[in-house]
C-alpha cells in the first residue's frame, strides 16, 4: 500500500511539473523582396540555442519551443540579408506574418538584367539553378563545372586530372557549342567558342550564383548555345560591413586559404568589396601539382536614384602539371600506379620535371553604369576588357616523351629527363635533338553591351541592345629549355624566321620562335531585340538578333611580305527565337520553345590549313530546336519534364586521315547530327528538415549525314587522296547520353545538416575521328565505355565562436572509390583494348572552415 502511495505520488508531482512547461509557437512566412518568390530552406533558429527549423516550399515555417522569456529570432539564408526579430517565449502562439528577405548584394538585380536570369513559371525554357548555398556545400575540390554533375543533360569530368583542366558536354554539346556568361559577359573563345576553365581556376570563389539554361535559353545577345547557356553571376558588392575568411584541407596536399572584406553601403553611397585565394597542392594524378591565386574586387557607387556605377575585376593566375595524353589501359596496369599514372612528367636532377605545364592568367575587368530614365525605361551598359597572358609546354624534336609505358626513355615509370639531358650534351655542336617548348596563346579582348528595356504597355516589355567585341590573339611557340644541349635546329616550314619556307632551318636558341608565329583578328558587332508578353496566366516572348564576325589573319612566319596578312573574311548570322509558358493552375504550368541559329563558322574553319589560305567553301553551322516541358509545384514535390529535338546542319570538321603510314588532314564539310531526349527532374520536401532531389536525363544524339569524296590534303595543300565518311546512324561520343542522380540533404538539427549524391553514368560512347567509318563495313558504333556511379557525402555544421558565426564544411567525393573510365577515345578494333583514355578520380575529401566577422 505504501509503494502504491509513493507511487501515485511520485505520479501526480511528474504530472505537475511537466504542466508547468509550455510550450510556444512561432510561425511566418519569408519571401525573397523584389522577386516576391518564397524563400524555400531558409533557416530560423533561436539566437544562442540549436533550437531551429526551416521554411517549406512556401516560404512558411512553424518553430515550437518550450523555453521562456525574451529572445531574438534569426533568420537567415544564403546570398540573402539575415532577419533578426526580437519575439516573446510566453507560451502562446505567435505569428510575425510576412517577411521580406534583401539580397546581400548591391547592383545584383541590374546584373540580371544583363545576364538574362530566366525565371520560373515565367521564361519558357528548361533551367536548373545552383544557389550559393550548394556551391559551399558540395563542391569542396572539385573542379568548377563538376558542380553541375547532377543536372540534367550534363556530362562533366576532370579530364586529364589537372588542376583547371575539366570540361563539360551539355545535351552531347561541348564548350564550343555551350555558350558560358559571365554577369552577362559571353567568355567563349573568340577564335574557336572554347571554354578553357584552367582560364577561370578561381571562378568557385566569386560565383554566387549560376543557371544552366538548356537549349536555347534566355540570352538576348547572340551566343552559341546549340546546346545551351551556362549564366555565371559573380558576387557584386555587399550590402553589409564584414566579411570572412576561410582555411581549407584536402587529400594529395590540398591545402586553400581565402578572405573576404566588405565595406557595407556607406552613407555617401560608396561599397567596396575585396576577396582573395590560394590554392595549391600536389593533385590527385601524379605529376599534376598546382597552385593557384584569385582575386576579386567590386566598388559601386550609388550616384543618386537614377544612376549606379559598378567596377569589377577579378582573376585567377595559376600554374599546373597535366595529364594531356590519354593512354591504353594496359598501360595503367603495367606502369603499376594504377589510375593515378601520368605519362607525361619525370624527374630531372631529383626533382619533378613536366612536359606538359600550363601557366595562365586572364583578368577580367568591367564597368557597368545603370540608369533608371524614368519609371518605364532603363538603360543597362557594360564596358569590359581581358587580357589573357600565357599558355602550355610541349615536347619538339626526336619524340622521347611517349606516354607509352614501354618508352626506353623511361625510368621506374616515369620520363627519364637526365638520360634525354645527357644524349642532348653528347650531340654536343649538332644541338639537341628534343626539346621543350612552349606554346603561348595571349590575347586582348574588349567589348561593350547596352540594354535598353522599356514598359510599351502594362503587359509588353521590348528589350533592345548593342554587342560589340574585338579580339586580338597572339600565338606563336617559342623554345622553353634546349634540355643541356647548346641550340636546337627547327626544321618546320611557314616563314621568314626559323623554318620559314623556301629557307633553311636555322639554329634557335632558348626564347626564340619557333614552328609557328601568327595573330588571328576578330571583329563582332550584333543588334538584338526582344518583346515579352505577360499576363496573367500566360507569358510569351520573341526575339531576334543579327550580327557580323569578320576574321583577320597575320603569319610572321610567311616569307613573303605581301602575303602575311590577310583581308577581313565576313560572315552574316542571324538567330530567332520564341516561346510561351502558361500557368494552368498553382502548381501546373506548360511551356514551349523553337528557335533557329545560323551561326558563322570558327577562326579555324575560315583558315584550315595554319596558312593564309582563306577557306572559300565554308558556311555558316545551322541549328533548328525545339522543346515542350511541364513543370508541377506542390508543397510536396516540386519538378518538371522536358522534350527536346535539335537538328544541327552543315557542321565543319577538320580531321586527320591515315594515308600509307602518314598523316594528312581533310576538311569535311556539312555533317549533320541530331540530338534528342527527355529530361526529367525533382524535388521532394517530406519534412522541413529534408529534401530529395533527383534526376533523369535520356539522349539520343546521332550524326544524320554521309559525306563522300572529301578530298585528302597534304603540308601543301595538295590533294593526295580521298576519303568517305559513313557516319549517318552512328551515336555521337564523348558523353554519356543517359545519367541519373539521387540525393538527400538533411537538417539534424539547427546548424547541422548532411548530404548526399548518387549519380548514374551510361551509354558513353568513346569520341572518334569520324574519317574511320571510311566504308559501309565500318559503319558502327565507338566503344561504349562500362557504366559507372559515383557516391558523394558532404557535411556542414554552423556554430558561434564567441560573438562570430562559424561554419565548418567536409565533403568526400566517389566515397567507394569506384574505378571507371571517365573519357575515352576510340581505337581501330573498336573496343577497350585499343581505345585511349582517361580514368577518372578515386576518393577524394577536404575540410574546410569558414569563420565571419
Known sequence: MKKATLLLLCTIASLSLYAQEVTTVIKGTVIEKDVAQPVIGASIVIEGTTIGTTSDFDGNFILKTSKSGDANLIISFIGLQSIKKQISLNGKETDLGQMEMASDAIGLAEVEVVASIAVDRKTPVAVSTIKPEALEEKLGSQEFPEILKSTPGVYATKAGGGYGDSRINLRGFSSENIAVMINGVPVNDMENGAVFWSNWAGLADVTRSMQVQRGLGASKVAVPSVGGTINILTKTTDAEKGGNIFYGIGNNGYNKVAFTAST??????????????RTAGNGFVDGTQFEGYSYFANVSKEINKSHQLAFTVFGAPQVHGQRRNKMLLSDFKESGRGIVYNGDWGYRNGQVANVRENFYHKPQMSLNWYWNINEKMDLATVIYASIGNGGGSGGAGIDKFSPNINNPWRRDGVIDFDRIVDENIAKGREGSETVLYNSVNNHKWYGGLATLTTQLSEHINFTGGLDIRYYEGNHYRELRDLLGGQFYTDPSVGGAEAGAVGADPRAVKVGDKIQYNNDGNVWWQSINAQAEYSKDEL???????????????????????????????????????????????????????????????????????????????????????????????????????????????????????????????????????????????????????????????????????????????????????????????????????????????????????????????????????????????????????????????????????????????????????????????????????????????????????????
Open 264 to 277: 557595407g553601403l556607406t552613407d555617401n553611397g560608396w561599397a567596396i568589396s575585396i576577396s582573395g585565394a
Open 539 to 853: 507569358s510569351a516572348f520573341l526575339s531576334g538578333s543579327i550580327s557580323n564576325q569578320s576574321f583577320k589573319r597575320i603569319d610572321y612566319f610567311q616569307k613573303r611580305p605581301e602575303n602575311q596578312e590577310t583581308e577581313w573574311q565576313n560572315f552574316f548570322g542571324f538567330n530567332i527565337k520564341g516561346g510561351a509558358n502558361y500557368n494552368l493552375t498553382d502548381v501546373h504550368n506548360v511551356f514551349f520553345n523553337a528557335g533557329y541559329f545560323s551561326r558563322q563558322p570558327f577562326f579555324n574553319s575560315v583558315f584550315p590549313t595554319f596558312t593564309n589560305d582563306v577557306n572559300e567553301g565554308v558556311v555558316n553551322e545551322k541549328a533548328l530546336s525545339f522543346e515542350l516541358g511541364y513543370g508541377y509545384r506542390g508543397k510536396l514535390i516540386s519538378g518538371n519534364i522536358n522534350f527536346y529535338h535539335t537538328t544541327w546542319k552543315d557542321k565543319y570538321y577538320r580531321a586527320s586521315v591515315p594515308v600509307g603510314g602518314v598523316s594528312f588532314s581533310a576538311n569535311i564539310p556539312g555533317i549533320d547530327a541530331v540530338h534528342m531526349g527527355v529530361e526529367v527532374d525533382f524535388v521532394i520536401r517530406p519534412t522541413d528538415k529534408l529534401n530529395i532531389t533527383g534526376m533523369l536525363s535520356v539522349g539520343d544524339w546521332k550524326w544524320d549525314k554521309d559525306v563522300l569524296g572529301v578530298p585528302i590534303l597534304d603540308d601543301t595543300q595538295q590533294v593526295v587522296g580521298e576519303v568517305n565518311v559513313f557516319a549517318k546512324g552512328i551515336h555521337v561520343g564523348d558523353a554519356a547520353q543517359t545519367t541519373a542522380a539521387l540525393g538527400f540533404n538533411y537538417n539534424i538539427m539547427a546548424g547541422l545538416k548532411v548530404g548526399a549524391d548518387w549519380n548514374i553514368y551510361d551509354r558513353l560512347f568513346a569520341d572518334f575521328n569520324v574519317t574511320q567509318i571510311d566504308s559501309e563495313e565500318n559503319r558502327q558504333d565507338a566503344w561504349q565505355v562500362p557504366t559507372y556511379n559515383l557516391f558523394d557525402l558532404n557535411a556542414s555544421y554552423k556554430f558561434g565562436i564567441g560573438s562570430l558565426d562559424a561554419t565548418f564544411y567536409a565533403k568526400v567525393n566517389n566515397v567507394f572509390n569506384i574505378k571507371y573510365v571517365s573519357d575515352a577515345f576510340d581505337g581501330a578494333s573498336r573496343d577497350w583494348d585499343t581505345a585511349l583514355v582517361f580514368y577518372g578520380a578515386g576518393t577524394t575529401w577536404t575540410t574546410s572552415i569558414k569563420l565571419n566577422f
